[in-house]
């Protein structure tokens, strides 16, 4: 069994910036965030492997970093040139390698306002 306990998010005017972060009670192959706007269905924003191969959603390329740090099972996720429409539930999500997205935080809201 894995924990996630996340922390950061907010209230930010579009064009700001806010970071999240994301602590796992032991190390884990890959992490990353997922998030879920209202009415929306929750979808993949960024993941990192113990060997730092990140992915990113087309959407927020060149605009949030994600990284980690493997001696403290910590993962970061720097949002930059934040606009509205990334608004939503930001869930800190791990997994083990070839498995599925089995642990979760409880979630942080981000909100952007125009």
């Known amino acids: 069994q894995v924990q996630l306990v996340e922390s950061g998010g907010g209230l930010v005017q579009a064009g700001g910036s806010l970071r999240l972060s994301c602590a796992a009670s032991?190390?884990?192959?890959?992490m990353g965030w997922f998030r879920q706007a209202p009415g929306k269905q929750r979808e993949l924003v960024a993941t990192?492997?113990?060997?730092?191969?990140?992915n990113y959603v087309d959407d927020v390329k060149g605009r949030f970093t994600i990284s980690r740090d493997n001696a403290k099972n910590t993962v970061l996720l720097q949002m930059n040139s934040l606009k509205p429409e990334d608004t939503a539930v930001y869930y800190c999500?791990?997994?083990?390698?070839?498995?599925?997205?089995?642990?979760w935080g409880q979630g942080t809201q981000v909100t952007v306002s125009s």
């Open positions: 990192i492997d113990i060997y730092g191969n990140r």
């Open positions: 032991r190390s884990i192959f890959t």
């Open positions: 999500t791990a997994r083990w390698a070839g498995g599925r997205y089995d642990y």
